[in-house]
Nanobody, 118 residues
């Protein structure tokens, strides 16, 4: 069973930083990738960053966050992080953690709100 809990959202000024965490309280055995998505009001959810959870880690980023955001994981704690630097007003949104299993199922956290003020 995959159960995701996000934390670390909040209010920050433009140019500041935040670090999001996503803890999987399950065993993590069947999870092959974890991602961060965000959703602006009135828009669809979009992927921000993704990381594989196998022995050889690979990462991907949306063009809009490359060079500013870093996704990483602590495999021992089944936790994924999103370090967000040089935040912009347009980074505001609800950030969701996603876990994909080896049988193709997607699990989601409840989301954490990030607000970047000008």
């Amino acid at each position: 069973q995959v159960q995701l809990v996000e934390s670390g959202g909040g209010l920050v000024q433009a140019g500041g930083s935040l670090r999001l965490s996503c803890a999987d309280s399950g065993s993590g055995r069947n999870v092959v990738a974890m991602s961060w998505y965000r959703q602006h009001p009135g828009n669809e959810r979009e992927v921000v960053a993704a990381i594989t959870t196998g022995g050889s880690t690979s990462t991907k980023y949306a063009d809009s966050v490359k060079g500013r955001f870093t996704i990483s994981r602590d495999s021992a704690k089944n936790t994924v992080f999103l370090q967000m630097n040089s935040l912009k007003v347009e980074d505001t949104g609800v950030y969701y953690c996603n876990a994909r299993t080896n049988w193709g199922a997607d699990f989601w956290g409840k989301g954490t709100l990030v607000t970047v003020s000008s």
